[in-house]
């Protein structure tokens, strides 16, 4: 089994910053990781993706954060960043980290997708 555990979120200003990490983790061996990614819900609304960035390093924005936000990762820890800059009341949801690969399970690489708990990021205006 994985599991992905999301942290730093919290309360921030407009035009304040927050860092968000992610990490992954299992008690079965992870043979690879491919993307690792943030969404987010805000109140009513559908989920969405923020930012998603492969193995190799290859990012993807929504057009809504671009320039503002900053995905990385390290792989050497499974883990995921979101740098978030300039924050606005909009960009005030639950965001979800999302992750998926690889599993060596019998010798054999088993896919898994998985899904934080999520953690709440609110903009005050």
């Known amino acids: 089994q994985v599991q992905v555990v999301e942290s730093g979120g919290g309360l921030v200003q407009a035009g304040g910053s927050l860092r968000l990490s992610c990490s992954a983790s299992?008690?079965?061996?992870?043979?690879?990781?491919?993307?690792m990614g943030w969404y987010r819900q805000a109140p009513g609304k559908q989920r969405e993706l923020v930012a998603t960035?492969?193995?190799?390093?290859?990012?993807n924005y929504a057009d809504s954060v671009k320039g503002r936000f900053t995905i990385s990762r390290d792989n050497a820890k499974n883990t995921v960043y979101l740098q978030m800059a300039s924050l606005k009341p909009e960009d005030t949801a639950v965001y979800y980290c999302?992750?998926?690969?690889?599993?060596?399970?019998?010798?054999?690489?088993?896919?898994?997708?998985?899904w934080g708990q999520g953690t709440l990021v609110t903009v005050s205006s």
């Open positions: 999302n992750a998926d690969g690889y599993l060596l399970i019998n010798l054999r690489g088993e896919y898994f997708e998985v």
């Open positions: 299992g008690n079965i061996n992870i043979l690879s990781i491919n993307a």
């Open positions: 960035i492969n193995s190799g390093g290859n990012t």
